[in-house]
């Protein structure tokens, strides 16, 4: 066994999941692809918010099979980060919003 | 500051500046142990192996490995200290092949081929014998590299030359990286001066190409979607217009196999090339309609297979024993580094393939 959750070339394997439940995993995949097609969205700004998400989920892999996708696309770093710190922001606000949550209910038991 | 390189590998006396160390490389390790099949292999799965050589359409010379530049990923490993320079001699052999062939295409390339003494004199014969489609690969730097250059804009237009140059991005940090410092600023330059004159213009006839390489361990993404991309920054920061934009997938050999290697990036660049293997490019591969002939003469079936030092498989191996019958049908040499030019939608001089 690996001594380390995440091993790196485990990204290659993520296919295989298919073979233990080969129905829905060619589901997710056909799934997964058409989602990134060119649509409303360019695969390149989906790519973008692919890595941003990867970055708020903490998926190693997905950082860096995204990173690698952006790069193919001819995202630039300085692109990266500003998507990054799009996703940085959200999950900080979503933090904090909750504050008003917090405030509510000192108000209500010690206004 | 970007770090430069400043001599080729054969200068440096680089183990990997030796073909025969390459090819060893592309050949044992993950292609040895069975991870990864062979080029042999995947082409069988789909009953193209041998791959055969079909009726010659391009005909790609290079005229010598001397450059002004030491890019990175350079698969020729050019420079200022290469001094293989392609001779008068050789270039009248190469017309006379230009004159008979029925090669519609003729593909001049470095090095910077600007830089060997008889480039003028071969352009102008060349241009004589009326070629549909000449090609002469330009660093583009090299027009603003010395006087003695500053006209080649108008040269080129002279003899209706179709110029197809290099260009990793259109941001200056990329490009520089891999090409070396003060790299893009003389590209835009030149690029500019090549508009002024009409190159690349939306209805000239005056062709200008783009060619786009990735800048590290990765592959190119989409031609089509990158030609958008290249075009619109292009013009937004710099009012530049060109045709088209080819994107070429750099091949695991010379200073880019050695960049993986010393990146540790190799094994993971070879899984790229092979996952992304795409049976339908096989059938387009330049090296099926194309012929590269050395500095010295010599013939290989594709400007890589040159640099490997693999000749063609064929009685006639050099210039001066052409024969196009006894070229057409010839097997295709072939090695692990060949998956470059499969992957996804393929690559090749002129861009994608499928």
Not at chain 1, 22 to 27: C, D, M, R, T, Y
Not at chain 2, 72 to 81: I, K, L
Not at chain 2, 229 to 254: R, V, W, Y
Request: hydrophobic fraction near 35%.
């Amino acid at each position: 066994m690996s001594k380390t959750y995440y091993d790196p070339a485990d990204l290659r394997k993520f296919g295989k999941i298919t073979e233990w439940s080969e129905e829905l995993g060619n589901k997710f995949f056909e799934y997964y692809g058409k989602v990134f097609e060119e649509g409303a969205l360019s695969a390149r700004e989906k790519s973008l918010i692919a890595l941003a998400v990867a970055h708020t989920e903490q998926c190693p892999y997905c950082i860096d099979a995204y990173t690698k996708d952006g790069l193919q696309r001819g995202v630039t770093k300085e692109e990266m980060m500003e998507a990054i710190h799009v996703g940085a922001a959200i999950k900080s606000g979503a933090t904090l919003v909750h504050g008003v949550q917090m405030m509510n209910k000192v108000n209500k038991l010690d206004g | 500051m970007t770090k430069l390189k400043t001599q080729s590998l054969k200068k440096k006396g680089s183990d990997l500046a030796q073909s025969n160390r390459q090819l060893e490389i592309l050949s044992n390790g993950i292609f040895q142990n069975g991870e990864l099949p062979t080029f042999k292999d995947k082409i069988s799965e789909t009953s193209q192996f041998p791959l055969k050589a079909k009726k010659l359409e391009i005909l790609q010379i290079n005229v010598g490995y001397m450059c002004n530049q030491v890019c990175e990923h350079c698969h020729v490993d050019a420079g200022p200290d290469r001094k293989e320079i392609m001779t008068r001699e050789t270039m009248q052999q190469c017309l006379n092949v230009i004159k008979n062939s029925g090669a519609h295409t003729l593909d001049l390339t470095g090095g910077a081929p600007e830089m060997n003494p008889d480039f003028r004199w071969f352009v102008e014969e060349a241009a004589k014998v009326g070629i549909k489609d000449f090609i002469v690969r330009s660093n583009l730097t090299i027009i603003r590299a010395n006087k003695k250059y500053y006209d080649l804009p108008d040269f080129f237009k002279k003899h209706n030359v179709h110029v197809v140059s290099s260009m990793p991005h259109w941001t200056r940090g990329k490009t520089d990286k891999q090409r070396g410092d003060g790299v893009f600023d003389k590209s835009i330059k030149a690029l500019q001066e090549l508009n002024a004159v009409g190159y690349g213009m939306p209805d000239s006839d005056l062709r200008l190409d783009l060619v786009y390489n990735p800048s590290g361990a990765f592959l190119p993404g989409d031609q089509m979607a990158m030609e958008k991309d290249f075009k619109k920054a292009l013009m937004e920061d710099f009012g530049i217009q060109f045709h088209n934009l080819f994107a070429i997938t750099n091949l695991p050999i010379s200073r880019f196999l050695d960049y993986l290697i010393a990146s540790e990036n190799y094994e993971d660049y070879m899984y790229q090339l092979v996952d992304a293997y795409n049976p339908s490019a096989v059938a387009n591969v330049m090296c099926t309609n194309t012929l590269s002939v050395s500095w010295d003469g010599y013939l290989y079936d594709c400007d890589f297979n040159q640099m490997l030092e693999l000749p063609v498989n064929s009685k006639a191996k050099h210039i001066s024993e052409f024969n196009e019958e006894l070229l057409e049908g010839r097997n295709i040499v072939i090695s692990q580094h060949c998956y470059g030019c499969t992957a996804g939608a393929g690559s090749s001089c002129q861009g994608v393939v499928a």
